[in-house]
């Protein structure tokens, strides 16, 4: 008799494949579940697997669309960044992947849902924090060493090794997030989110652009090495980051700043579907109403260059930049910024003294 | 009659000798200071253009030690980047060349300090608030436009034409701070702050490291267009970051980050002589008191590659990274901490309902 | 021949009446404007006096209940206190008053405003900047010390001399704001805001609530005594910090916190008319959608006392707490909890040892 | 055979009487403790009924010096409170408690460690997490629930019942701590920290000061009521808030707050010994240097009203708040701080238009 149905987050590798023959054996109705990311895969290959397994149904399901809209484009607005360098590809996968996992087992009837995360990591956490928050009687039966494959860099080239001429973009964005990118030279254009973001993850890969060697805080507590790399992801932060500082109240930014740090921290660590997060996303879009325009960058040899940038809502402002030539600035208006700035910088050596001189 | 004695920051350009010129007529008593931070000058003809246009005395003034150890080592514990792009260079010049002039204003018995920054930027904040900080009771007569030379990368080569070779460096720290730098091929060695400074911007400059072309926000308001190079600085704050992540407990960084940002806004706003910067600034060298150990990096066309690092101080434990393995990490924890964290998400599940699926 | 027309934030007092006669004899039209924001005045007499002493147009505005709903409630949602103690009242009514008298200048064709706020206070910066953000090109031609009334209470009782018997109210909040207050014993009840407001002030002040004497540190850099009373606004306060804790995740709450305290800041500074502000109210207005339910409690001899609470959307589950009674929770959980927050802290004494036994 | 030697944490009371026979009944030899932090207790009663019971060795360690000097004094100087509210009394005692025990355990070369407190509650996470930091080998075989007493207060009187005359004392600091407290009008005079902390307990007691009736969020995130009473510290928190903003720089200030706050929650939580932590208690250590000097206050009906304050190390300047009646202050320079102030705000009109009147 079944004790009941699991959807197993099947990979289609060696790991998943035990998790599915061990979950038949306890007695389980195994629905295997393969996500689409945009992994390079056999997706075929792997279903008829599953189904020689034993799995009851095999739903292979395209998130490619949704991964980079609803998940990729937030973090962006948010120039997310674990530790300062990080860029979080995983980390954002993750709850992706866990909430389609739950619309199966809720819509197929299943009590239980089973992934090949490691005890160990990160990953493990992301996910079983998702499927709790989504689907809270739900349990979790079994997981097992995923063993990750090596950590090589697989979409980008060696940047010792990429073409000797840079790739020159346009990237325009609305509300923070690309809706199109033009290769300068060739003419090429990409209008939708997941086009947009293949495109650059492809000249990003061309160019080595993104890779890093890190060691990086887990949330269990110990530090762990990483290797990843982000093509797509890094030209699109250094694009953000500048259409951002030139469109945003510069008060508005920091106040922002700090809520994409705590973005990255809750990403990082499991709690995408948190009120936190959900508090943090919608405060984080609200900022980015006005962030509009286009930039223009170089890639090369591993490095994304800004070249220069345009944008309706520019609060870049030349004439006022060059205000004092035109004579409606009065310099006395300067002079009392500053020395009100340093009544308190007066009153400090006064009373206490600075002892910079006796140093 | 005198009006007194003004000590003047002087460039040896046209600007800083029309206000010596000026300071003359006024009845002033010029003092002419030049500071050498290591900027490209021929100090022997600026002080015969001083002596020759007035100036009572000229000081020459050697600062590169103090500038690299008291200053940029201090920026560089902190990581400070303003508005997460700009390394600060030119910021963190002004007070140091501040606080000699009030020096030699104190020594000399003048009553005023003069300068040739502009009326309409953050570099006369920076001073003048310095000055202020320093020497209460100072006054600072004229200032004027010091028109700024074109902001041509000076340092850097342009990555496309730098070595197709990278050049491998090893660089140890101890407290935060660069102890040694050695050229892993070459064998050549610098160990004293102002020489690993040098080598390091040497380096960059070859590799084309460092150069950014970003809109800031200025410190009155309106946001100015910045062309900056910083070759040494880029190296240093890869390899710090890198060493810092590495031996610093995950918490501890986390608020020191936070302090660090804050430190980047008061450098770049003029208050490096503020209780509140003194204040941050003895946070952040606590908080480097075990940064300690050597990275090792590639230089190549305009990057920075991390290969490694390796500390007595570090708290990455390959053993425990890999403890399932040997059998002493009982699992239940893992599963106890992500039912421990859910309880609050399955709270506000049960209570509000997430509508993520009705979206 | 007119040099144009100001509106003058008149008072009716001795200053602002001089200023309306010195704008007169500059050869400006004067508009007088009365703001009513709940103070003790009579009105009628001031708009004669201003008539009798020149001004072309008067108008006295009621903004009484625009004042609490779009400034003070805001203000409460965000438990808004200024470095730790001060409750903001008079730092709140400024882009009221200013607002409006920016409208009837626009309205009027008036170029300039006048004020008689202080030039070392606070107030001139709150009104100024408020006209600034709100009408750019508008001038502000004069302003003059408008010396302050002796700061006595004038809405409190001494706690001392207040009744032996305590109030006790019922005060229910819908997002965050209060929509009914009932005296328990009494039956009475108010629900428009000005109503509640009003009320609260009334048995806040019967009972000497909300009285501070503090040192402050002004937006100008020196610190100055000020000595303030908030009846109503404290028990508002009380009310809103338990009903809020009762109804809002621990996570969210910690960032609205932080947002909270930047709100204090720039209201105290005169910035409630900034992109900023204007975010951080988005945001904290955000948070309160949950935060609905009725708080009991008890006023006496200066005090506030929380009596109890209850709310459709609390957090605060019975059971929950309780659970263990229960036999459905599994005391492994919170081990395993424990035991992985202690990893880091293991590893820090191992590596790095603490020294808490040798001090 | 002995299966080791357990270091309990002894009550007296029903719950560690009855840990104590187990432990004794599963093989292990009991050392009972009991530390006296100032609750009422009959030591040597617990003494005696501990050696009935079996205890090899008990310890009766007096903690109350070392409490009131390691654990009260830096919360204090943090003005530390959780989430607004609570003053963290039982949240310090914990990791002053177990640290004496783990001395002991590792002095008496015991291996396991136990306590009374409850696995679903706050307390058995501070208590762990100190033995596993200080003393990362340890265990704790078993740990049950310690039922709590009633939460009905014990040291403050309703402040119905309370005097009608108040009580005033002057409180004197240095570097943030309390060094003598003194009654007006009796001349009662108090000098150690532990005469200090107890007097202002009996003070804050008899006129029912600090008793509040919360909801809190606990670390394992379920919101539950509190009831606690903290006479002493709440009188201390407003003398200490009140000398701190009188000799503290604003802006240090505000850095220090964000610490405070950061400290408090790591107190509730159990992590005082974390890396963290002890940074941030050096931080804050560090900013009370110059809090210094003498606070007057009135303690009345449950209330602490602040009469007036005077320091050597103030910062408030009576003659530069009143500067410009002396002439030597230039009005030109507040108008100039805020027009550059404006200068952002009139920007974000000009390109984006407030839209504050079309609402």
């Given at each position: 008799?079944?004790?009941g149905?699991?959807?197993?987050?099947?990979?289609?590798?060696?790991?998943?494949?035990?998790?599915?023959?061990?979950?038949?054996?306890?007695?389980?109705?195994?629905?295997?579940y393969?996500?689409?990311?945009?992994q390079?895969?056999?997706?075929?290959?792997?279903?008829?697997?599953?189904?020689?397994?034993?799995?009851?149904k095999?739903?292979?399901?395209?998130?490619?669309?949704?991964?980079?809209?609803?998940f990729?484009?937030?973090?962006?607005?948010?120039?997310?960044?674990?530790?300062?360098?990080?860029?979080?590809?995983?980390?954002?996968?993750?709850?992706?992947i866990?909430?389609?996992?739950?619309?199966?087992?809720?819509?197929?009837?299943a009590?239980?849902?089973?992934?090949?995360?490691t005890?160990?990591?990160?990953?493990?956490?992301?996910?079983?924090?998702?499927?709790?928050?989504l689907?809270?009687?739900?349990?979790?039966?079994?997981?097992?060493?995923?063993?990750?494959?090596?950590?090589?860099?697989?979409?980008?080239?060696?940047?010792?090794?990429?073409?000797?001429?840079?790739?020159v973009?346009?990237?325009?964005f609305?509300?923070?997030?690309p809706?199109?990118?033009?290769?300068?030279?060739?003419g090429?254009?990409?209008?939708?989110p997941?086009e947009?973001?293949?495109?650059?993850?492809?000249?990003?890969?061309k160019?080595?652009?993104?890779?890093?060697?890190?060691?990086?805080?887990?949330?269990?507590?110990?530090?762990?090495?990483?290797?990843y790399?982000?093509?797509?992801?890094t030209i699109?932060?250094?694009?953000?980051?500048?259409?951002?500082?030139?469109?945003?109240?510069?008060?508005?930014?920091?106040?922002?700043?700090?809520?994409g740090?705590?973005?990255s921290?809750?990403?990082?660590?499991?709690?995408?579907?948190?009120?936190?997060?959900?508090?943090?996303?919608?405060c984080?879009?609200?900022?980015?109403?006005?962030?509009?325009?286009?930039?223009?960058?170089?890639?090369?040899?591993?490095?994304?260059?800004?070249?220069g940038?345009?944008?309706?809502?520019?609060?870049?402002?030349?004439?006022?930049?060059?205000?004092?030539?035109?004579?409606?600035?009065?310099?006395?208006?300067?002079?009392?910024?500053?020395?009100?700035?340093?009544v308190?910088?007066?009153?400090?050596?006064?009373?206490q003294?600075?002892?910079?001189?006796?140093?």
């Amino acid at each position: 008799m079944s004790k009941g149905s699991v959807v197993l987050a099947y990979s289609g590798g060696l790991d998943t494949s035990c998790i599915l023959l061990w979950l038949k054996e306890q007695g389980y109705e195994v629905i295997a579940y393969l996500a689409n990311i945009g992994q390079d895969e056999d997706f075929d290959a792997a279903r008829k697997k599953a189904e020689k397994l034993g799995a009851e149904k095999v739903f292979i399901e395209d998130l490619r669309s949704e991964f980079v809209q609803e998940f990729i484009w937030p973090a962006l607005q948010a120039n997310a960044v674990y530790e300062d360098r990080y860029l979080l590809g995983t980390s954002i996968a993750r709850p992706c992947i866990a909430r389609r996992q739950v619309q199966i087992a809720r819509r197929e009837g299943a009590q239980y849902v089973s992934h090949g995360a490691t005890g160990k990591g990160n990953d493990q956490i992301r996910f079983e924090l998702t499927c709790y928050a989504l689907y809270p009687q739900v349990q979790a039966p079994w997981s097992m060493d995923n063993h990750a494959p090596p950590d090589l860099y697989q979409m980008t080239k060696n940047p010792e090794d990429s073409p000797n001429e840079p790739d020159v973009l346009e990237i325009h964005f609305a509300k923070g997030v690309p809706v199109k990118v033009r290769h300068v030279k060739e003419g090429t254009c990409k209008e939708t989110p997941l086009e947009i973001f293949c495109y650059l993850n492809e000249i990003g890969g061309k160019h080595g652009v993104g890779r890093i060697d890190i060691v990086e805080n887990r949330f269990i507590g110990m530090k762990s090495r990483g290797i990843y790399e982000t093509p797509g992801g890094t030209i699109l932060l250094h694009a953000h980051l500048d259409i951002e500082t030139f469109t945003m109240d510069r008060e508005v930014r920091k106040i922002k700043q700090s809520l994409g740090i705590k973005f990255s921290e809750l990403i990082y660590n499991g709690f995408w579907y948190s009120p936190e997060c959900e508090f943090v996303r919608h405060c984080i879009d609200k900022s980015q109403e006005s962030v509009e325009g286009c930039v223009q960058l170089s890639v090369f040899k591993g490095q994304v260059y800004i070249l220069g940038r345009e944008s309706p809502k520019s609060l870049y402002n030349e004439e006022l930049v060059s205000m004092d030539v035109q004579g409606d600035y009065d310099p006395c208006d300067a002079s009392g910024f500053i020395r009100i700035n340093a009544v308190r910088l007066r009153e400090h050596n006064r009373l206490q003294g600075y002892e910079y001189f006796k140093k």
